[in-house]
């Protein structure tokens, strides 16, 4: 089936960091991918769309600066989480879709807890 | 817009029934369910489209009514690995590249 990694699985560091996550399809290319963040008992909220060789899409309310993403190839993208403050400690979660398209289910990687201190 | 699920939470003994609802305020193009359990990341279970499909996968199988633009899944002979919360994601247009809204979510816990 298909396979998202994500990395690292969690992270702790001091405010005012700058942290950077992996998110990788092992075995299928993904032309989109998805950056969710999620508070405890929170639904997943959607902050960008990330396309490869082109800028991400924001949501409305996510600060671009502060969250950078970077789609480089069919089977990696970054989220950059600069300056981080203790308000950004939170589960961030991946997800891709196949490139073949159509009815294409997201695969969500395992996630990322970020704390900031 | 978030699609919005009922109920919120559900307790259940081993071997019953449960349905969870997912109804939008637009006009939809499909719908997914994922279970995720705590800690862990969405899993895929179903993905529904436009034209009242209705789908199934062992005793988990869901509908989606296009006029109603509602979704439901139903959960039949529940077992304790089902516990977990369930969320239905909603993609409004084709083309939209396979954005997803989610729903609040409906913590479902099944009790031996």
């Known amino acids: 089936g298909a396979v998202v990694s994500q990395h690292p699985s969690w992270v702790i560091c001091k405010s005012g960091t700058s942290v950077k996550i992996e998110c990788r399809s092992l075995?299928?290319?993904?032309?989109?991918m998805f950056w969710y963040r999620q508070f405890p008992k929170q639904s997943l909220m959607l902050m960008a769309t990330?396309?490869?060789?082109?800028?991400?899409?924001?949501e409305q309310g996510v600060e671009k600066d502060k969250f950078l993403i970077n789609h480089a190839s069919l089977t990696l993208s970054t989220l950059t989480v600069t300056s981080a403050h203790p308000e950004d400690s939170s589960f961030y979660i991946c997800?891709?879709?196949?490139?073949?398209?159509?009815?294409?289910?997201?695969?969500f990687g395992d996630g990322t807890r970020l704390s900031i201190l | 817009q978030q699609p919005v699920q009922s109920p919120q939470a559900v307790i259940l003994r081993e071997g019953e029934d449960a349905v969870i609802n997912c109804s939008s305020s637009?006009?939809?193009?499909?719908v997914h369910w994922y279970r995720q359990k705590h800690g862990e990341a969405p899993v895929f279970l179903m993905i529904?489209?436009?034209?009242?499909e209705q789908k199934g996968h062992e005793k988990i199988s869901a509908s989606f009514n296009e006029k109603k633009q509602q979704s439901s899944l139903y959960l039949t002979a529940s077992q304790l690995s089902y516990s977990g919360t369930y969320f239905c994601?909603?993609?409004?247009?084709?083309?939209?590249?396979?954005?997803?809204?989610f729903g609040q979510g409906t913590e479902l816990s099944v009790k031996p």
């Open positions: 529904l489209l436009k034209g009242g």
């Open positions: 637009k006009a939809l193009y499909s």
């Open positions: 075995d299928f290319q993904a032309t989109t």
């Open positions: 997800s891709a879709r196949d490139r073949t398209g159509g009815r294409q289910p997201q695969h």
């Open positions: 994601g909603t993609e409004s247009t084709y083309n939209q590249g396979g954005k997803l809204i």
């Open positions: 990330s396309n490869e060789g082109s800028k991400a899409t924001y």
